[in-house]
C-alpha cells in the first residue's frame, strides 16, 4: 500500500474554516488547548493573518485534505527576545501518528532559521496523572522533536473541573552570537 505524501504549505486565509474544524475538538474535548470556546472562523482568519505579518503559519495536505498546521509566534514582545518564538501544532485526530506533526515542525524550523530564529519554545498542558482530557503524548513528541524542558508552573491551568500543570520546552536552531543578526519578518515567497 503506498502512503499518502503529505504536502506542507503556508497556510491562507481561506483556509480558516478547515483549521476551526481540526481545532474544535481540542478545545471541546482536551486540555491540550485551555481555550473554553472555539474561537469563530472570523477570528480564526484574523490569527492567521496576524501571524503572517512576522512569522510562518503552515498547512499540511494529503490528497487536497488539509490534516494539521503548525504556526509561530512570539515568545515575548520585548525586542531583546526577538530571537525566540513560541510554537503550536494540530493534526486532525485520526490522521496523528503518521508524521505530520513531525514534517510541520521540520519545515516550520527550517524557515524559522532564514528569519535568524535561535530559539523554538513549546507551552505545553501537561497532567500531574494522565486523564480522559491529557496525556503526556507532547512531551514525548516536543522530546523526539529534539526539545528539553527547561520548566513547569503547577495547577496554574483549569479545565473541565480540574487543574492541569503547564511546563515549556526549547530548542536552540542556531548560534547566539554578540552581534547577532536581526531577525527578519516572514515572507510567504520563502517555501517550506
Known amino acids: 500500500m503506498v502512503k499518502n505524501e503529505i504536502q ?10 478547515e483549521l476551526v474544524e481540526i481545532y ?17 472562523v472570523e477570528e480564526f482568519a484574523d490569527r492567521i493573518r496576524k501571524t503572517l505579518t512576522q512569522y510562518p ?11 494539521g498546521y503548525a504556526y509561530a509566534g ?7 527576545y526577538d530571537w525566540a518564538v513560541e510554537l ?27 528569519q535568524n530564529i535561535l530559539n523554538l519554545n513549546a507551552c505545553i498542558a501537561y497532567p500531574e496523572n494522565e486523564d480522559e482530557y491529557l496525556t503526556k503524548d507532547s512531551v514525548a ?11 513547569q508552573f503547577h495547577q496554574c491551568g483549569y479545565k473541565f473541573n480540574r487543574w492541569y500543570h503547564m511546563v515549556w520546552m526549547e530548542k536552540l536552531i542556531g548560534e547566539h552570537i554578540a552581534n547577532q543578526p536581526q ?10
Open 141 to 151: 513528541f516536543h522530546q523526539s522533536m529534539g526539545y528539553r524542558m527547561v520548566g
Open 183 to 192: 531577525v527578519k519578518k516572514f515572507s510567504p515567497l520563502i517555501r517550506p
Open 24 to 40: 474544535a475538538p481540542y478545545v471541546k474535548e482536551t486540555a491540550i488547548t485551555f481555550e473554553y470556546e472555539v474561537p469563530s
Open 57 to 67: 503559519y503552515l498547512v499540511a495536505v494529503i490528497d487536497s485534505e488539509i490534516v
Open 74 to 80: 512570539a515568545f515575548k514582545t520585548r525586542p531583546a
Open 8 to 17: 506542507i504549505r503556508v497556510a491562507k486565509v481561506e483556509d480558516a474554516e
Open 88 to 114: 503550536s501544532v494540530y493534526v486532525k485526530k485520526d490522521k496523528r501518528h503518521m508524521g505530520v506533526g513531525r514534517q510541520l515542525y521540520d519545515a516550520l524550523e527550517e524557515l524559522l532559521k532564514k
